[in-house]
């Protein structure tokens, strides 16, 4: 059960709702907004989101136990300047990871660009944390599978300028319920960590870690992009980035000051401010 009581008196929480079920929590708090809510920031939490969505025509799979939220705030609270806001969903990334790696000690915790939360074993070093059989000519080979999907961010922008942040937070489920297509790829602070763990103690940790980040972000944005690039999992990857009618593969540099992808394409180092991204090499 989340104790929204002790959310409002521990966090920068305005106004809270607590659902059983909803279809989306970006959906109800962009309905609030419409309805002219003025408490904020607010906050949308369910048990179980059945219609929840990722980026593109992407859903989020939200399983019992998990941390399905959204936080309804002005742009004032993500950022004093407009070209800020490409960073919000970076911020809120950083927060995630921040607030979930000390319940994984045993992994890494980090971020896939632009949104993904991803957690790997410790125990193996670079970039990747699992090993493939020893290979022909005598070296190892890292695989991305070993990376698991912890958490992923959905910011929407209303037309008023204020901002819906939605978090979707693998916490208390577990991939045995998760359908077939995310086996490999998804994973959960339950299964990773071997225990279930108090949700209101993640929420209020996360959301304590969100409002630091967005006063980070208003204050020196850059340093929002340095975490995110000491960060980034992608690093020394070949990255393939869909935009539009353009797909563009190089291999990843990180991330710049101001949140773009960087990579390094036969026509030299590009950024990128939006775009899907797969995996190559």
């Known amino acids: 059960m989340i104790d929204v009581v002790r959310i409002l008196r521990e966090t920068f929480v305005a106004r809270a709702e607590h659902h059983p079920t909803l279809g989306s929590t970006n959906d109800r708090a962009a309905q609030c907004a419409a309805q002219g809510v003025k408490e904020l920031p607010l906050l949308i939490v369910v ?154 103690d993640i929420l209020v940790d996360l959301l304590k870690r969100l409002e630091q980040a967005f006063s980070e972000l208003r204050q020196e944005p850059a340093n929002i992009a340095a975490r995110a690039d000491a960060l980034c999992l992608q690093r020394g990857r070949t990255l393939t980035l869909q935009l539009g009618d353009r797909r563009a593969t190089g291999r990843c540099r990180g991330i710049a000051h101001d949140g773009a992808l960087l990579l390094e394409t036969s026509v030299g180092v590009e950024a990128f401010y939006s775009g899907c991204v797969n995996d190559s090499i």
């Open 47 to 200: 048990d179980e989101q059945t219609a929840g969505r990722g980026r593109g025509a992407n859903r989020w799979w939200t399983g019992r136990g998990a941390l399905a939220m959204s936080l309804l705030v002005d742009v004032e609270t993500v950022a004093t300047e407009r070209n800020c806001s490409p960073l919000a969903a970076l911020a809120a990334a950083v927060a995630v990871a921040d607030a979930v790696a000390p319940l994984l000690p045993n992994h890494t915790v980090g971020l896939n660009w632009p949104n993904d939360v991803m957690a790997c074993e410790k125990k193996v070093s670079g970039t990747f944390c699992a090993k493939r059989p020893m290979g022909q000519s005598g070296k190892r080979f890292l695989t991305p599978f070993s990376r698991r999907k912890l958490a992923g961010i959905l910011i929407e922008v209303l037309t008023d300028r204020r901002h819906v942040i939605g978090i979707g937070l693998n916490a208390n489920n577990t991939l045995a319920d998760a359908p077939a297509e995310l086996q490999s790829t998804a994973g959960t602070i339950r299964d990773l960590s071997g225990k279930t763990h108090d949700r209101t």
